[in-house]
C-alpha cells in the first residue's frame, strides 16, 4: 500500500490554455510547499489532476496537509491509499484496510462512490458501488448506506493504479501565486494590510512590500515585527522582497511645516509616491493597501481621494467592505493577528494630530504641500536611495 495526496483544485472555472499555466503554476507552488515538509515527496500531475506521492520515509500527515492546504489554487487535499489492481477481492480487502487505518470506529453511514476509467477491471462503476457498500457493511455492522446524505464518502477510482479516499481537507482556493503578475504590498505593523497582502495574493499576484521606518521614533522591534508579518504571508505568498524605507526625515519635514491636521494625510501621499517608485522599479501592475472605507479619519471617502491622487497605478485595497471583526477574524485564521497585535509604535501613531481631517479637499491638500517645495526633494531623493532590502522567504 502506498500512500499520496491528491489536490483538488476549481479547474472548471479554468480552460484552454490558461489551465495549462494554472497547473504549471500550482505544481510548482506544491513543489515549493511540500519542500519544506520533512520526508520524501514526489509531485506528479496526471490527467487532470495532480498528487503528492510519499516516499518511503516517515512523515507527519498532519504538516503535510498543513502545507497543502495552505497553497492558493488548492480546494481540497485527500489522503488518498494506492493499490494495485487485485481483482474485486482485492480491493474488497484495500477498502477495508484503509477504513480502519483511518477511522477508530465505523458505525457511520456512509456511500461508496467509484469512477472507473481503466475499462479492463471486471465490475463497473455500479456494480463497485454495490459489492464494496455489501463488504463494508459486514464488516461494520454499526455502519448503514445512505445515498442521499452521506456521512462518509468512500472514493474509489479505478486508474492505471487503484486510488481509495475519503477525507477531504478544505484548501484556501483563489490562484496559484505567480499567474497575476506582481504587486506591491504597503505592509505596516498593523492587522489590515498583512491580510490585504494575504488576499491579494490568493488571486495569483507575487508580493513586494514596502514598509515605512521612522528610526529612532520607532524602534527595531517594531521593524522585526514587521519583518515577522512579512514572514508569515509569504508562507501563502511565497518570497517577498520587503523594501525598508527610512521615513523619519520627510514626516519630520512634513510635521514642521504643513498643517497638523493634515499630517497623516500629506505623510499617506508621500508614503504612496514612494511605493509607486518601487512598484514601477519591480514592474508591480498595482499597490496594495489594507485601508477600508471610514476606519479612521485618513480612510473616509475623501482622504482615500486625496491619497490616490498621487499615484497612476491602480490600487488595490481587498479590504475595503470589511468591518474591523471581519479584518480581524481573517487575520487569525491566517496567523497573523497575533503579532500584528504587538504593541510596537508605528510611523504614523507618533506623528498622528489629535484632530485630523476628515474631509480633505485635494486642493488645500495640495496648497500645503506646496511650503514643502524646495525641501523635501532631497529627503525624497535620499529616502528612496538608502532603502533596506530584505528578502523574505518562507524557508527561513
Ligand atoms: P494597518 O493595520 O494595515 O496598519 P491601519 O488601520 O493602521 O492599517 P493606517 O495606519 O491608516 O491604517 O494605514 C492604512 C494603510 O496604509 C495600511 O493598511 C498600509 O497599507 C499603509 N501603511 C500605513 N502605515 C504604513 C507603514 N508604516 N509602512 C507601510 N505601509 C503603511
Ligand atoms: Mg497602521
Redesign the pocket.
Known amino acids: 500500500m502506498r500512500h499520496s495526496f491528491l489536490i483538488k483544485y476549481g479547474e472548471i472555472a479554468i480552460k484552454g490554455d490558461n489551465r495549462k499555466v494554472f497547473e504549471d503554476a500550482l505544481t510548482r507552488r506544491i513543489k515549493e510547499a511540500i519542500s519544506r515538509v520533512e520526508g520524501d515527496f514526489y509531485v506528479r500531475k496526471r490527467t487532470g489532476r495532480i498528487y503528492v506521492d510519499c516516499g518511503t520515509d516517515g512523515y507527519d500527515e498532519d504538516e503535510v496537509i498543513s502545507a497543502l492546504t495552505k497553497v492558493f489554487g488548492v480546494v481540497g487535499v485527500c489522503p488518498v491509499w494506492l493499490s494495485e489492481d487485485r481483482g474485486q477481492e482485492g480491493l474488497s480487502e484495500d477498502v477495508i484496510g484503509f477504513i480502519k487505518e483511518n477511522y477508530d470506529t465505523f458505525d457511520k453511514t456512509f456511500k461508496v462512490e467509484s469512477r472507473r476509467s481503466r475499462k479492463n477491471f471486471p465490475l463497473n462503476s455500479m456494480e463497485i458501488n454495490a459489492y464494496i457498500g455489501e463488504k463494508i457493511l459486514e464488516e461494520f455492522p454499526g455502519a448503514a448506506v445512505d445515498v442521499h446524505n452521506p456521512g462518509e464518502i468512500i472514493n474509489i477510482e479505478i486508474r492505471e493504479d487503484i486510488y481509495i479516499y475519503s477525507k477531504v481537507f478544505k484548501g484556501p482556493g483563489g490562484m496559484p501565486v505567480g499567474t497575476a503578475g506582481k504587486a506591491t504590498?504597503?505592509?505596516?505593523?498593523?492587522?489590515?494590510?498583512?491580510?490585504?497582502g494575504y488576499m491579494i495574493a490568493k488571486r495569483g499576484a507575487s508580493l513586494q512590500?514596502?514598509?515605512?521606518?521612522?528610526p529612532p521614533y520607532t524602534s527595531g522591534r517594531a521593524k522585526e515585527k514587521?519583518i515577522d508579518l512579512a514572514k508569515i504571508v509569504s508562507g501563502y505568498a511565497g518570497e517577498i522582497e520587503l523594501k525598508v524605507?527610512n521615513?523619519t526625515d520627510i514626516q519630520m519635514k512634513i510635521y514642521d511645516v504643513c498643517p497638523h491636521d493634515e499630517l497623516?494625510i500629506i505623510m499617506?501621499r508621500y508614503?504612496m509616491k514612494i511605493?509607486e517608485h518601487f512598484a514601477r522599479e519591480n514592474g508591480s501592475l498595482a499597490l496594495?493597501?489594507?485601508?477600508?472605507v471610514g476606519?479612521?479619519a485618513?480612510?473616509t471617502m475623501h482622504s482615500l481621494n486625496a491619497t490616490n491622487a498621487v499615484c497612476s497605478l491602480p490600487v488595490y485595497r481587498p479590504?475595503i467592505g470589511f468591518d474591523k471583526n471581519e479584518i480581524v477574524k481573517l487575520s487569525r485564521e491566517i496567523g497573523t493577528y497575533e503579532t500584528?497585535i504587538l504593541p510596537y509604535e508605528?510611523?504614523?501613531?507618533i506623528f498622528v494630530a489629535k484632530h485630523p481631517v476628515t474631509k480633505p479637499r485635494i486642493r488645500d491638500i495640495e496648497r500645503s504641500e506646496k511650503l514643502l517645495e524646495g525641501k523635501i526633494e532631497s529627503l525624497y531623493e535620499e529616502a528612496i536611495g538608502t532603502v533596506e532590502t530584505v528578502r523574505i522567504s518562507p524557508h527561513d
Open positions: 504590498l504597503l505592509l505596516s505593523g498593523g492587522i489590515d494590510s498583512p491580510v490585504a512590500a514596502v514598509y515605512f521606518d521612522a514587521v524605507v521615513f497623516t499617506r508614503m511605493a496594495v493597501t489594507g485601508e477600508s476606519q479612521v485618513s480612510q479590504l500584528s508605528d510611523c504614523c501613531t
